[in-house]
């Protein structure tokens, strides 16, 4: 699919090295054709990797879709250049009058804070209740799924005693849902993360269903709003190399840390990562893409409510 990105972002040469079709944004407005507009709040330290980690997903499709990246006034990157987020993204004050087809909101490395501790908690609140009336749908990662599902329906978070950190199996509890077109009874997804939301609380809003879980990682996916709002607390995005570079990062830093499960080949980090969940996450994408922002998405952006 042609994929359009703001001039001159580092992802678009990345990408190009492996084949994806993506173009900047001069070339984009040659073209007589309504694009998807998708809004990414990212808020991830490592946003150039993260950036090109949903880039790579989003273009797996015919769908001609146009990013714009969404940051926080109440919150300074400390791991991105100045010059790339001023070079690439927008405030949401400025981007409040706009409405998208569909929205992308990331995880973020604040999950052992209290959500009301976070510093831009306040702001964040204002995002997600802005999304419901500017955005047909929205999908919420790992911490932002959890926040999420705290600030609309109350569902608590709990500390894990341990990282839940690996590849894990999954399985669909609805195999016929639009969301899970094409995928297998089992799938994999990568998960790195300290806490966790919990099935019981879930169940008790009628509101919310668990589309997916595993045994070991527990509640997976949780749709509301007949689609409007995905809430994954997975890393289906990530790269192969994502968990390998935060493991070692950890070790070098003499961090608790455990081997990420069902990552490397016969569990030996100098034997290399076996990706077994890339398939997948492809689909997962293009599915929402689909199903839940092209088909539902009125022609006119205006119309969304």
């Not at 993204?89 to 052992?112: C, L, N, S, W």
């Not at 609805?174 to 969301?179: A, N, V």
């Amino acid at each position: 699919m042609p994929l359009t990105l703001p001039d001159k972002l580092p992802a678009i040469e990345l990408l190009k090295e492996e084949n994806i079709f993506v173009m900047d944004t001069s070339r984009a407005t040659q073209q007589d054709i309504r694009p998807l507009r998708i809004a990414v709040l990212n808020l991830m330290p490592l946003k150039i990797t993260t950036e090109t980690d949903l880039v790579r997903l989003l273009s797996n499709t015919p769908l001609q879709v146009e990013i714009s990246l969404m940051k926080i006034k109440s919150h300074t990157s400390k791991n991105t250049p100045v010059e790339h987020m001023q070079a690439f993204y927008t405030d949401f004050e400025q981007m409040r009058h706009m409405k998208y087809d569909g929205m992308i909101i990331t995880g973020a490395p604040v999950e052992h804070m209290e959500f009301e501790e976070v510093g831009y908690w306040e702001e964040i609140k204002d995002i997600f209740d802005w999304a419901r009336t500017h955005v047909t749908s929205t999908l919420y990662i790992c911490w932002a799924a959890q926040a999420g599902l705290y600030h609309h329906y109350g569902v608590p978070k709990y500390p894990l005693d341990k990282k839940m950190f690996g590849i894990f199996p999954h399985q669909p509890l609805l195999p016929l849902h639009p969301i899970f077109r094409g995928f297998d009874d089992t799938f994999n997804v990568p998960h790195s993360r300290h806490t966790e939301v919990r099935a019981a609380d879930i169940l008790k809003h009628k509101e919310l269903t668990i589309l997916s879980h595993s045994e070991e990682a527990g509640v997976h996916m949780v749709m509301a709003r007949g689609g409007r709002e995905f809430f994954v607390t997975g890393h289906s995005e990530y790269s192969p190399l994502t968990l390998d570079t935060e493991y070692r990062r950890d070790l070098n830093k003499g961090l608790p840390i455990e081997m990420p499960r069902n990552y490397y080949r016969n569990d030996d980090p100098e034997q290399g990562v076996i990706v077994s969940w890339r398939a997948h996450a492809n689909l997962l994408f293009s599915n929402w893409l689909n199903y839940f922002v092209y088909q539902e998405t009125p022609y006119n952006i205006e119309e969304i409510k």
